[in-house]
């Protein structure tokens, strides 16, 4: 089972108006735990107001820099987005699960790698382009999203990689509510743009490699247009930040709802045993409302952090934007999205 760890804040840096990035002093005995490939996301633990708040934040620094560095842009009701924006200080320990996350690539010579990105969307993905920047020889096309120049996160970090990899870098800002030389990079990044981009800003016969992160509607649109110009489904990634934006899955009818399943779950070495309702409520939640001690992050499907092994019972998984195909055949299941089927079910996080 993944653990946290108290580690303290090294540094707090206004990125934008409305985005700071945090730095972690990660203690010497921890770096090796802490080893991370680019694109990954480490979540951090934060008891506020009586309330312990998982999320889950892309690292924005590259492996090569020896820094563990996240950002946090500041959401409309966000309750730790707010704190960390408005509070948060250097010196501030906050618990961190080592990273996590297949946001990511083995890094190789002579390729040539897209990257889409709306907003924050850019934390993982310039994580990604710095190593690559300085791990290989390939070129790189970033098309990155924003409402207006001021609230582009790292724009002078870009830059700066701009001037220094002039032939190996591609820019391209696209900006909603500031108006544009060119009106192809004037409105937000759609199915329409990426159409329209498609043979001026990229070459689908020559791209290796395709990153998309932004809100969900966006990734899911451009995902879909850009296999349409003919970019293979097979080398596109994405990165989801939640599913609020994704309708509700249909599930599967369960028979007897409402009838009392026996859960026994282990973690860290522990068995606990509780009752819960069939096809009602998620494993995940059901434990923590037993007082169970467990790791999660995003609750909806896409971090795995849930991830826990079923040894004995059927369940429905709601969604799955994180588990793959043999991880699926091997029993794995995303807890947070797991409706019990079965009147017994055994789950183990500890393998």
Not at 185 to 214: M, Q, W
Not at 250 to 257: F, N, Q, S, W
């Amino acid at each position: 089972m993944q653990h946290s760890y108290p580690i303290k804040v090294k540094e707090v840096r206004q990125e934008t108006q409305d985005c700071v990035s945090i730095a972690f002093d990660i203690p010497a005995e921890l770096k090796e735990l802490f080893d991370y490939k680019p694109g990954q996301y480490i979540n951090l633990i934060k008891t506020l107001d009586g309330q312990e708040l998982h999320r889950s934040y892309s690292l924005c620094s590259s492996p090569d820099e020896s820094e563990w560095r996240v950002a946090i842009k500041l959401l409309n009701g966000g309750i730790f987005s707010t704190w960390a924006n408005k509070v948060l200080k250097s010196g501030e320990i906050l618990d961190l699960m080592p990273p996590n996350g297949k946001f990511t690539t083995d890094i190789s010579p002579s390729k040539s790698y897209l990257f889409i990105a709306v907003g924050s969307g850019i934390t993982p993905c310039i994580s990604l382009i710095k190593s690559i920047l300085l791990e290989s020889d390939s070129r790189i096309i970033l098309i990155y999203g924003s409402k207006s120049i001021d609230q582009i996160i790292f724009l002078e970090e870009l830059l700066g990689l701009k001037n220094k990899y002039m032939e190996r870098l591609a820019l391209y800002f696209v900006l909603s509510r500031e108006s544009m030389e060119e009106e192809l990079f004037y409105g937000r990044i759609s199915a329409e743009k990426i159409t329209a981009f498609n043979g001026k800003i990229f070459d689908p016969k020559l791209l290796d490699e395709v990153f998309i992160c932004g809100p969900e509607e966006m990734i899911f649109q451009t995902k879909d247009a850009l296999v349409s110009t003919g970019v293979p489904e097979t080398i596109i990634k994405f990165e989801l930040f939640g599913t609020h934006g994704l309708p509700i899955p249909k599930t599967e009818v369960i028979e007897g709802v409402g009838e009392k399943v026996k859960v026994q779950l282990k973690a860290d070495g522990r068995t606990i045993q509780f009752d819960m309702s069939k096809g009602m409520d998620n494993i995940l939640d059901a434990a923590l409302k037993n007082n169970a001690r467990l790791p999660y992050a995003c609750k909806g499907g896409v971090c795995c952090t849930c991830k826990a092994k079923l040894i004995k019972g059927e369940v429905v998984l709601l969604r799955n934007y994180g588990l793959e195909p043999e991880e699926i055949d091997a029993g794995y299941i995303l807890t947070c999205q797991a409706i019990p089927k079965t009147d017994t079910i055994q789950v183990d996080f500890d393998q």
